[in-house]
């Protein structure tokens, strides 16, 4: 008995996407071809954009670069503040045992070298 019911479910499955295949050939044949619509969208930031004129992008760019190199240097001119702590801290501590601060201070500063770092080489995007 099951097998003749999932034979029954699958003729009916067939007998609808039948039904369904010939209506939508039908449509399309009133409508006209089909044009397919690339599943990729085009290389461009957004359609706003896409609008604008070069020369808007361009000074778009330029204002992005002037906050990107303010950005950079307020970063820099905070590491140069963090290895001075770190110095300061090193030079009153024993020779033989760092503090557990300037070991915090360490880490400070390599994460914002970092950061500077990366945003050198991306351009600050």
């Known amino acids: 008995m099951p097998k003749l019911i999932r034979a029954m479910r699958w003729r009916r499955l067939q007998v609808v996407a039948g039904a369904l295949l010939l209506g939508l050939m039908a449509l399309a044949q009133q409508t006209g071809p089909v044009i397919p619509i690339s599943p990729i969208p085009p290389l461009i930031y957004n359609d706003r954009q896409a609008r604008l004129p070069q020369w808007m992008l361009d000074r778009m760019m ?24 770190l110095q300061h801290l090193l030079s009153d501590a024993p020779p033989n045992l760092p503090p557990a601060l300037a070991i915090e201070k360490a880490k400070q500063i390599e994460k914002l070298a970092h950061k500077i770092r990366n945003r050198l080489r991306s351009g600050g995007e």
């Open 62 to 85: 330029r204002e992005r670069a002037k906050i990107n190199q303010a950005k950079i240097r307020q970063e820099t001119t905070g590491l140069v503040k963090l290895s001075q702590q």
